[in-house]
C-alpha cells in the first residue's frame, strides 16, 4: 500500500477517466476514497469537488483527484478551499514542476480533452514527485 491517502471524485464528463484513475490506484496500491459521481448520469461539478476538495482542506486525505471535461471548473471550486492547491494538468513538465515547485495537492483533469494513456502519466508523475522545499516553501507560505 502507497503512503499517500487521496480523494477522487469526477462529473459526468469525467467519469469514464476517473474509472481508469481508479484502476491505476487500484494496481499501484494507493488508498482512496470514491466521492463519485458513480456512472455518467448528468451531475453538477461543484458539489463533487466541494467534497474532495473539503476533504483534502480537512486533512482527511493528502491529496485529491478530480475530473471534469476540461478539469477547469473543478479547479475553479478546489481552489476556493484553504489550504488547497490545485492544478489542472495537461503536459509531463507542469505535473512535475507543480509538485516540486507548489506543493499542489488536488490534480485536476479533463476527461473529454486529455488521452488515458496520457491522463495516467500525468497522474503517475503528480503521486509520486515530492516537493522541494527550500526556497520554493517560502513562496507556498506567502500564499497561504
Not at 458513480?38 to 458539489?47: G, L, N, Q, R
Not at 482542506?57 to 476556493?80: D, H, P, Q, W, Y
Amino acid at each position: 500500500m502507497n503512503k499517500l491517502k487521496i480523494a477522487i471524485g469526477c462529473d459526468h464528463g469525467g467519469f469514464l477517466l476517473k474509472q481508469k484513475i481508479i484502476e491505476f490506484l487500484d494496481k499501484n496500491g494507493y488508498e482512496y476514497k470514491d466521492f463519485g459521481s458513480f456512472d455518467e448520469e448528468a451531475v453538477d461539478y461543484p458539489v463533487i469537488a466541494k467534497q474532495v476538495s473539503g476533504a483534502v482542506s480537512n486533512k482527511e486525505f493528502e491529496r485529491g483527484i478530480l475530473v471534469c471535461g476540461t478539469g477547469l471548473g473543478m479547479s475553479i471550486v478546489a481552489n476556493k478551499f484553504k489550504g488547497i492547491r490545485a492544478v489542472c494538468l495537461e503536459n509531463k513538465f507542469s505535473a512535475k514542476a507543480t509538485r516540486e515547485h507548489n506543493d499542489s495537492n488536488v490534480l485536476c483533469l479533463g476527461g473529454r480533452i486529455l488521452k488515458d494513456d496520457l491522463a495516467l502519466e500525468l497522474v503517475d508523475i503528480w503521486l509520486t514527485t515530492e516537493f522541494q522545499g527550500g526556497r520554493h516553501q517560502k513562496r507556498i507560505d506567502m500564499i497561504e
